[in-house]
């Protein structure tokens, strides 16, 4: 029967959002006869098939595929129908959205110090049909050539950089995001270098030797009375023999505290001994020598051994070994003394009668059916350590021989249809018998119920009456005997029911924050996906709302708010089953000021100390460091002393003797930088008497 062209249905043509790469079809169900003819158009223009777009038709359908979208591909997409009876038309729109381009340019640097610097650029000119979240910012670490990321939660063209070794050359780039991906970076044109005018410092004080042995020495040393306006890198060592002119160094790399141990040493030599020290700037002249001083003996006894194994058991005898002292007391160990007494014996033996060198030993002529426990102790120029912990009682008796398992039938990887009966199968041999547990997953599997094992003569079987969902997973059987156990292991798949592959567990989100989480999940099509906060189904708003694709859910937030935080529950079903998984949101935010009051002690010409107290408020996260910052009464600039301080106190160096400083303190977390505790009172550098 002849009839003009009816598109048939409203739902298979509707408005989507596509994602730039991805194929997507627009299906048109329709009635007619003859076969109409389809003509599709994209804003106003007609398409034809080529490399990336085709059309399929049958009796009752039309299909406009293409095969990979571009952001150009956006529009009003319209079909018409025609046959010999008539036509008819239908359109939908659609949305290709894409990662942004890069940041425009010029990356722009400024404000640059030893620690710190100062990034700016531009939005992109295609935010990829999504606004842009935040921006990602990235330096190259000039150590080991890896890009490292810097901060992903900014939120404007600005970012000022912390963190920064002075001296060193960084490289920096920007790259945009927006809810569909991260943009292509945009670049810094030319290295910068971490750095700003300074001078050496002052060289440190003498240098002292509290503590010494046959080959090395303990230095220890004080710091510069001024920094050159740049923090102390670390220090260099130089030493030398007196009756030679050259000094040596001592070290290949910057010490960072004020010790230091010299090895290699000649014994009975005189030394003389002095410091550098380095900044951004670079080193300073070397401090006054140390005294004159000979090098000679001064060692003590070793740490006591690890705590003896014992590695087989005979008839008359036991093999045992041990991991070496921790410490040699500064002499090469020199042997090992081996002691064993009879469980309730107060008397220990001794078991060698020559110098064992190795870490092992066999103790021979012992009681069969005794029970032994035996230590160590090491020995080097200073005499013998305190013993080692003892070993558990050990019985003295032969082992009867035997065979450790070992399976001759594994198990084999299966997939059953879902409700269907399953029945795991291996075999096993060993002498004794072997017998058999089952794991799922890791665990012991808990038979009963839908679960039950048979084991006859080495032979395993786990029977399942019937297979759900749940019983998905890696299945392993390990065959047990008195000599060992050895495992053998299979994947079970079920047929295909929807699944959450990838769960996020508790999230942390910093408020006033834009976030995006992105859940994949498997399993026949069509699924149906829904998500639900605290029991409740959300409704999309311009604050929250979710975008379900085949294989991946995405939730945006937009602008984070406490009310944000709870419960989040993902529930996906198919004709073959449903799941659901569920993660928790904890809202954060930047700490709290350090409590006061900001207590100033310790004032000398050139440095004072700071104490105060944690933050009453951390932010929902781990205080990680503490910044410090002082300011010349005469400026408005605040300069960081310390931009990692870990303790609740901190020592300022570097200060200039008559001036008067203010000081301040913030509290970080993983969010940032939270609002200061500022000093009341300036204070003036200058001698404490």
């Known amino acids: 029967m002849y009839?003009?062209?009816?598109?048939?249905?409203?739902?298979?043509?509707?408005?989507?959002?596509?994602?730039?790469?991805?194929?997507?079809?627009?299906?048109?169900?329709?009635?007619?006869?003859?076969?109409?003819?389809?003509?599709?158009?994209?804003?106003g223009e007609e398409i034809y098939p080529g490399d990336r777009i085709k059309f399929e038709t049958n009796s009752n359908s039309t299909k406009f595929i293409n095969r990979c979208a571009k952001r150009s591909d956006l529009g009003n997409y319209t079909i018409q129908l025609v046959n010999s009876e008539g036509s008819d038309t239908a359109s939908c729109k659609v949305l290709v959205v894409d990662k942004p381009l890069p940041p425009q340019g010029p990356l722009e640097v400024s404000d640059i110090t030893p620690e710190t610097c100062s990034l700016s650029w531009r939005p992109p000119l295609d935010d990829g049909g999504s606004p842009i979240t935040n921006y990602v910012v990235e330096k190259l670490d000039p150590s080991t050539g890896l890009w490292v990321k810097v901060s992903s939660f900014v939120r404007s063209c600005h970012y000022d950089v912390?963190?920064?070794?002075?001296?060193?050359?960084?490289?920096?780039?920007?790259?945009?995001?927006?809810?569909?991906?991260?943009?292509?970076?945009?670049?810094?044109?030319?290295?910068?270098?971490?750095?700003?005018?300074?001078?050496?410092?002052?060289?440190?004080?003498?240098?002292?030797?509290?503590?010494?042995?046959?080959?090395?020495?303990?230095?220890?040393?004080?710091?510069?009375?001024?920094?050159?306006?740049?923090?102390?890198?670390?220090?260099?060592?130089?030493?030398?023999?007196?009756?030679?002119?050259?000094?040596?160094?001592?070290?290949?790399?910057?010490?960072?505290?004020?010790?230091?141990?010299?090895?290699?040493?000649?014994?009975g030599q005189d030394y003389e001994f002095r410091v550098r020290a380095k900044n951004a700037a670079g080193f300073s002249k070397p401090s006054?020598?140390?005294?004159?001083?000979?090098?000679?003996?001064?060692?003590?006894?070793?740490?006591?051994?690890?705590?003896?194994?014992?590695?087989?058991?005979?008839?008359?005898?036991?093999?045992?070994?041990?991991?070496?002292?921790?410490?040699?007391?500064?002499?090469?160990?020199?042997?090992?003394?081996?002691?064993?007494?009879e469980v309730g014996s107060g008397t220990w033996q001794k078991c060698n009668d020559y110098n064992v060198l190795d870490c092992s030993y066999t103790v021979l002529n012992l009681i069969e059916q005794a029970d032994y426990e035996f230590r160590i102790f090491a020995?080097?120029?200073?005499?013998?350590?305190?013993?080692?912990?003892?070993?558990?009682?050990?019985?003295?008796?032969?082992?009867?021989?035997?065979?450790?398992?070992?399976?001759?039938?594994?198990?084999?990887?299966?997939?059953?249809?879902?409700?269907?009966?399953?029945?795991?199968?291996?075999?096993?041999?060993?002498?004794?018998?072997?017998?058999?547990?089952?794991?799922?997953?890791?665990?012991?599997?808990?038979?009963?119920?839908?679960?039950?094992?048979?084991?006859?003569?080495?032979?395993?079987?786990l029977n399942i009456t019937e297979v759900w969902g749940v019983d998905d997973g890696d299945y392993v059987c390990e065959a047990i005997n008195s000599?060992?156990?050895?495992?053998?292991?299979?994947?079970?798949?079920?047929?295909?029911?929807p699944k959450i592959d990838r769960m996020p567990g508790d999230i942390y989100l910093p408020e006033g924050d834009n976030t995006k989480i992105k859940i994949y999940y498997s399993g026949d099509q069509p699924m149906e996906a829904t998500l639900s906060k605290d029991g409740n189904k959300i409704d999309e708003t311009t604050h929250i709302k979710y975008t379900v694709?085949?294989?991946?859910?995405?939730?945006?937030?937009?602008?984070?708010?406490?009310?944000?935080?709870?419960?989040?529950?993902?529930?996906?079903?198919?004709?073959?089953?449903?799941?659901?998984?569920?993660?928790?949101?904890?809202?954060?935010?930047?700490?709290?000021?350090?409590?006061?009051?900001?207590?100033?002690?310790?004032?000398?010409?050139?440095?004072?100390t700071l104490n105060w107290k944690p933050p009453s408020y951390d932010g929902g996260l781990r205080i990680t460091h503490y910044v410090v910052e002082r300011r010349d009464i005469s400026s408005t600039h605040w300069i960081i002393v310390s931009s990692f301080c870990k303790e609740t106190t901190f020592t300022v160096q570097g200060l200039t003797e008559g001036q008067e400083y203010l000081f301040r303190v913030m509290a970080v977390n993983d969010n940032g930088i939270g609002p200061p505790l500022e000093g009341v009172n300036p204070i003036k550098a200058k001698p404490p008497f």
Not at 200 to 220: A, E, H, M
Not at 318 to 329: A, M, T, Y
Not at 483 to 497: D, E, H, N, Q
Not at 562 to 578: E, F, I, M, P, Q
């Open 3 to 43: 009839g003009a062209p009816k598109i048939t249905s409203d739902l298979s043509i509707r408005d989507m959002t596509v994602i730039a790469g991805e194929e997507f079809t627009i299906t048109v169900p329709f009635i007619g006869n003859p076969q109409p003819k389809p003509t599709w158009t994209v804003n």
């Open 162 to 267: 912390i963190g920064l070794e002075p001296n060193k050359k960084y490289t920096f780039r920007i790259r945009a995001e927006n809810q569909y991906g991260l943009s292509d970076p945009l670049d810094l044109d030319q290295p910068i270098t971490a750095k700003f005018a300074f001078t050496v410092p002052d060289p440190p004080g003498q240098p002292r030797i509290p503590d010494w042995d046959s080959s090395n020495i303990t230095l220890t040393w004080d710091r510069p009375r001024n920094d050159g306006g740049s923090r102390i890198q670390g220090y260099k060592i130089e030493y030398r023999d007196v009756s030679e002119a050259e000094w040596r160094v001592a070290n290949d790399y910057l010490v960072k505290d004020t010790t230091h141990i010299v090895h290699s040493l000649l014994q």
């Open 288 to 341: 006054p020598p140390s005294s004159r001083f000979k090098l000679k003996s001064k060692s003590q006894v070793p740490s006591p051994p690890g705590t003896p194994k014992v590695v087989k058991v005979g008839r008359s005898y036991v093999d045992l070994q041990w991991e070496p002292p921790l410490s040699d007391g500064g002499s090469r160990i020199t042997g090992y003394i081996i002691e064993k007494r």
């Open 379 to 461: 020995v080097n120029a200073a005499g013998k350590s305190e013993p080692s912990s003892c070993t558990t009682p050990v019985k003295i008796c032969e082992i009867e021989g035997g065979e450790k398992p070992e399976f001759i039938r594994p198990l084999s990887n299966v997939g059953v249809p879902l409700g269907a009966p399953l029945v795991l199968e291996c075999e096993a041999r060993g002498k004794p018998t072997p017998s058999a547990r089952w794991l799922k997953n890791g665990r012991e599997l808990t038979l009963g119920g839908r679960f039950f094992a048979e084991s006859k003569g080495g032979v395993f079987k």
């Open 483 to 497: 000599l060992g156990y050895v495992t053998t292991s299979a994947r079970l798949k079920i047929g295909t029911p």
């Open 549 to 608: 694709f085949d294989e991946y859910l995405i939730i945006f937030i937009k602008e984070i708010t406490k009310t944000d935080a709870g419960v989040y529950k993902l529930s996906v079903k198919n004709d073959s089953g449903s799941v659901s998984a569920s993660f928790t949101v904890y809202i954060t935010g930047l700490p709290g000021p350090p409590i006061g009051p900001l207590d100033v002690s310790d004032v000398t010409k050139h440095t004072c």
